[in-house]
């Protein structure tokens, strides 16, 4: 989402800084020297399959897990040495719920105001803020055990902004949700990045939240192998993509080399061709003497981008042979 | 993000608060507290239940154990001597199940919520062990409420003596329960493991029946070794002694005796206090290191 917003110059201070973290788990290294700056306001998206290192980084970056070496800040504060300031200065929703069912939504957050030692006359008004950002002000006094999975959600974004936070960090947000929930979730987000003077930092492993993103770092085996806008991640990898079957794949691909001097890589049954406007390639591939059976044509998405830079697709278990391809020809 | 410059409408005033210090991690300390309290009133039939279990060793059990030894106590009445011991073993089940539903909060994520604040994990530790001790102190009173029934005498003194005791017995064994939810991470197996501790840690307290000259030797000896028999010894002292001088029930009480010597009630409850603060201690530490 290519959300614009106006630099503030007292906060020209990065929000998230992240030099050459590393962390080693004995012999498992689960993040491999990572590198970010996150600006104030941002919405940021870690986009990585799951044991790429995404859940280990917000840890540490939320002081829950030591680095094994490497620095990192929040809002400027040393997350190894300024512990308890950096937990003043975020948020937290972490895949599985952190509220009290046997609590009302109201004593929830009164628990946290408490924990968080906000000053008590602010307690009330900002309680009353946060429920109405998320739209649970109905349902204030009724206990949590009687909320939807998607209300618990959105009450625990109303519980992670309650202190005003500096950065709010979103792990895997509607995981487990219902397609609907997962909608009004990202409604509320949108409305609080809108309210709220915030940066967010998101995990996913889907695609269309990571487009909702200003800026997304891949991720893959504890490194960040692309960085940059959605959009700007989709370019570099070529503007439209082919996928044509064959009879004979093999033999497929030497010849749209010889004869159309572009690169054709296997993707499951059918080729792979990233070329700057599908629409007009297409034709080509006719009389050139391959027997093509199917062809389509799409844009190229974030899993495109994924694939060419970890050799393999999110869901995919194993990884396969590195195909770098894609970055030799479409690159702008 | 583009360079388009739009501004930003925000609506909710941002609330700074200021960086914690002793009062910040008191009143973490009393939302823990209160958290339990909240939970417990909202959920009666777990008081009753635990109510009722007390009420059932005292007038069932002694009753039971009253006419069977009737002949051997000279006329001592066995409910009034029992009376300590079954107050002290009521306040235990509800020390250490109010401890370990620590053990509830991990599995459904609440303990981390408290656990990434920007508070010392200390501090929910105290929290939680000073509501345990609440909850069974409370408790406690509606069995005290009862003593006339077994001819325990209602003096203000004696009353506060016991709610003394029982309040440092139960803060005792929340802490004690604390460390086993800090090592024991699921609820199915710290729920047999608990019932395995307690009852022999009850009934080698003499909370049941007299230590001293009659008991097994072995018996008398474990005993000292147990925090519970001191427990029971504090709060037996100060019934036998508000018991008129002639009462035969008098006879069948033993303080502990550490090499001979006989030691004090104020002692005995000295002892709790210590080994309460001792496993404190070791939960708080144990707490610090889990996340």
Known sequence: ?332 | MTAQAVERQIDVAPVVSPLGGMVHELRAIAIVWQRDMVRTVGDPARLISTLLQPLLFLFVLGAGLSAAVRGGTGGADYKTFLFPGVLITGILFTAVFSAISIVWDREFGFLREMLVAPIASSSIVVGKCLGGATIATVQSVLIIALAGAVHVPYRAGLMFGLLGVVFITSFTMTAFGLVLAARVKSVQTLMPLVNMLLMPLTFMSGSLYPLGPGAPQWLDIVARYNPLSYAVTASRTLVIRSLPKTSPTRALFHGLTWLGWPVPGWLDAIVVAAVGLLLLTIACVLFSRTE
């Open chain 1, 1 to 332: 989402m290519a959300r614009a917003r106006s630099v503030d110059a007292a906060a020209v201070q990065p929000a998230v800084t992240v030099r050459g973290l590393v962390k080693r788990y004995g012999e498992l290294e689960a993040v491999r020297g990572i590198d970010l700056d996150v600006t104030p306001g941002e919405l940021f998206g870690f986009l990585g399959p799951n044991g790429a290192g995404k859940s280990t980084t917000i840890k540490i970056l939320c002081t829950l897990v030591k680095p094994t070496a490497g620095k990192a800040t929040i809002a400027g504060l040393d997350v190894l040495t300024q512990r308890a300031a950096v937990r003043r200065q975020i948020g937290l929703v972490f895949q599985e719920t952190t509220v009290d069912d046997y609590l009302t939504a109201e004593q929830n957050l009164r628990f946290h105001a408490s924990i968080y030692g906000m000053p008590r006359k602010s307690v009330g008004p900002r309680i009353e803020a946060v429920l109405e950002l998320v739209g649970l002000s109905d349902r204030k006094r009724s206990p949590v055990r009687t909320f939807s999975g998607g209300m618990k959600r959105r009450l625990e974004i109303a519980r992670g902004l309650l202190h005003s936070p500096r950065v709010l960090f979103l792990d895997e947000p509607t995981i487990g949700l219902d397609p609907e929930s997962r909608q009004v979730l990202w409604r509320y987000v949108d409305e609080l990045r809108r309210r709220e003077d915030i940066t967010v930092f998101l995990t996913t492993h889907y695609m269309d939240e990571a487009e909702r993103c200003d800026r997304i770092a891949i991720i893959n085996s504890g490194t960040i192998v692309a960085l940059g806008t959605p959009a700007s991640l989709k370019g570099e990898v070529g503007e439209d993509r082919v996928r044509v079957a064959t009879a004979d794949n093999d033999a497929a691909i030497l010849t749209i080399k010889k004869k159309l001097k572009v690169d054709a890589v296997p993707d499951g049954d059918a080729l792979l061709i990233a070329v700057p406007d599908g629409e007009s390639f297409v034709p080509r591939l006719f009389g050139i003497g391959i027997a093509v059976q199917s062809v389509s044509v799409s844009r190229p998405t974030l899993d495109d981008v994924f694939l060419a830079h970890a050799g393999r697709r999110i869901g995919d278990e194993e990884p396969a042979a590195p195909r770098r391809w894609m970055m030799g020809g479409g690159r702008r």
